[in-house]
């Protein structure tokens, strides 16, 4: 197989420094229409990809210079294989594989630990569901070392089974089944987090309407690894919910929360707001709002700017930066999907008696709010960008976020399209920012997926170019010269 190596120089000034992007780009593999994969991340010194093709589970690895340098085949245990995650060790020593495969017609939860050379140096069957009676939503939640997993199984809407994972000693935390009050799954759940300990926090949203807009609160329930239990609640307020993302700070042991909140309706979001939460004594927990400054609300909304009731729509929150001193950055993005009939689809109607519609996908500005443990405001910005596509999913768009400790790079397809500018915003924590057009994808045939980026040292990431079946890995490394 042709193997090549393209490595391309691009110098950007940052402060003082200059700063070349050195990228190195492999071969295309071909992608089975029913090929899944995950980018497991850079481990002895290669960069590693797993592939689950339906009956096939295939580890390939790529040296320093991007070529593929060996790929196998892993023997998983019992049929029916459902992968749930790749958890690469932090020391580089090895991953972490789990799944679900079926035996004799019961479903088990496996455990396996491979060093780099994808062999297998431990295994465990951890969980027997049994018998599923449907088939079940899975969500996996890390905690931030990386040794603690959280695997929640949703048979019925009304409970929800939490597993606990410890990687490190390759054992149970818990088992255990939560059935709050008045409780559906799909409408209640907000988010759940676990920390490096393993103590989990399940998420629960109240009342966030507006004809309860004085009763909306948060509920929390935790569940430590020697099976304490507890719940406490987090009200809002006179406010309601327009955006929430909930972060543990293990540092400062509290349950972080930075959102967007909405006095009126649900239109557009009014400020933003910040909770730090000492799980212990969270009696006295209140959010702090900030509306949002009037020339932040003109400069997003523009000729749409209202006077009388100021606010920003389509805003989300993407992302929380935790501080050290228990301040913190709520990253949001503005983002829509539009979904439209065309003349083509209306002849599919005639000829396929269904619809198909086409769906616009706009990804633009993105806005940082830094804030200071007690929720008073440090800085604010906007990173200004502006992406649009049609019917892929919006995976070409939004950002990487690239941390170190000097500054956050977010990294981005300046268009989605075959030949695009990929840029560049590098903050620091000071809150101020450039911006940097890095290189041009002209002729060297790539289409940048920096959402599913992983981040492998603090100058180096993995990103996926992903076109038509065919996929190239694509390392970035900052050197400074």
């Not at 010194?45 to 339906?54: F, H, K, P, S, T």
């Not at 465990?124 to 931030?144: K, N, Q």
């Not at 304490?228 to 509290?254: A, H, Q």
């Not at 929380?320 to 983002?335: A, F, K, P, S, Y």
Request: aromatic letters at 12%.
């Amino acid at each position: 197989m042709h193997r090549f190596l393209l490595s391309l120089l691009f110098l950007t000034f940052l402060c003082t420094s200059v700063r070349a992007q050195v990228l190195t780009v492999s071969d295309e593999l071909i992608m089975r229409s029913d090929t899944e994969y995950d980018l497991i991340g850079k481990l002895g010194g290669q960069v590693l990809l797993m592939q689950d093709r339906d009956t096939k589970h295939l580890l390939t690895a790529f040296d320093r210079n991007m070529r593929q340098s060996w790929e196998k085949e892993l023997e998983l245990r019992g049929r029916n294989i459902r992968l749930l995650t790749t958890v690469s060790k932090q020391d580089g020593t090895g991953f972490h594989l789990v799944y679900i495969f079926r035996n004799g017609g019961r479903n088990f939860l496996q455990l396996d630990e491979y060093n780099p050379a994808g062999n297998l140096k431990d295994s465990t069957t951890l969980v027997d569901f049994g018998v599923f009676t449907s088939a079940p939503e899975d969500e996996i939640y890390r905690s931030e070392d990386e040794t603690k997993l959280l695997l929640m199984i949703s048979e019925q809407q009304n409970k929800t089974r939490c597993i606990g994972l410890d990687l490190s000693t390759m054992s149970l935390l818990y088992d255990h089944e939560l059935e709050p009050e008045k409780f559906f799954f799909s409408d209640d759940f907000m988010q759940a987090e676990i920390s490096n300990t393993g103590e989990l926090f399940f998420v629960i949203e109240r009342d966030n309407f507006k004809s309860k807009r004085k009763e909306h609160k948060y509920e929390v329930m935790t569940l430590a690894p020697n099976l304490s239990f507890s719940t406490f609640e987090l009200p809002m307020g006179d406010s309601l919910t327009y955006d929430i993302y909930f972060r543990y700070d293990n540092k400062n042991k509290t349950l972080t929360a930075g959102g967007l909140y909405t006095t009126k309706d649900f239109t557009q979001a009014s400020g933003y707001f910040w909770i730090n939460v000492d799980p212990k004594n969270a009696s006295s927990a209140r959010p702090d709002f900030t509306p949002f400054p009037l020339t932040l609300v003109r400069n997003i909304e523009g000729k749409k700017y209202n006077k009388k009731s100021p606010g920003i729509d389509e805003l989300s929150v993407r992302d929380l930066v935790l501080r050290q001193d228990g301040g913190g950055l709520i990253i949001t993005e503005r983002n829509r999907q539009l979904e439209r009939r065309s003349n083509a689809s209306r002849t599919q109607v005639i000829n396929n008696y269904g619809i198909r519609p086409l769906v616009d996908y706009h990804y633009d500005e993105l806005i940082v709010f830094s804030v200071h443990p007690d929720g008073n405001t440090h800085w604010t910005n906007i990173l200004h960008k502006k992406q649009y596509s049609q019917d892929d999913g919006g995976v070409y768009s939004s950002y990487f976020l690239m941390e170190n400790p000097r500054s956050l790079r977010f990294l981005f397809n300046d268009e989605i399209r075959f030949e695009n500018t990929v840029s560049e915003y590098v903050v620091n924590g000071r809150g101020e920012f450039d911006r940097n057009s890095l290189f041009h994808t002209r002729d060297l045939d790539l289409r940048l997926r920096f959402r599913d980026g992983v981040q492998v040292a603090a100058n180096e990431m993995i990103l996926p170019s992903e076109h038509r079946n065919r996929l190239r890995l694509v390392k970035m490394t900052y050197e400074v010269k």
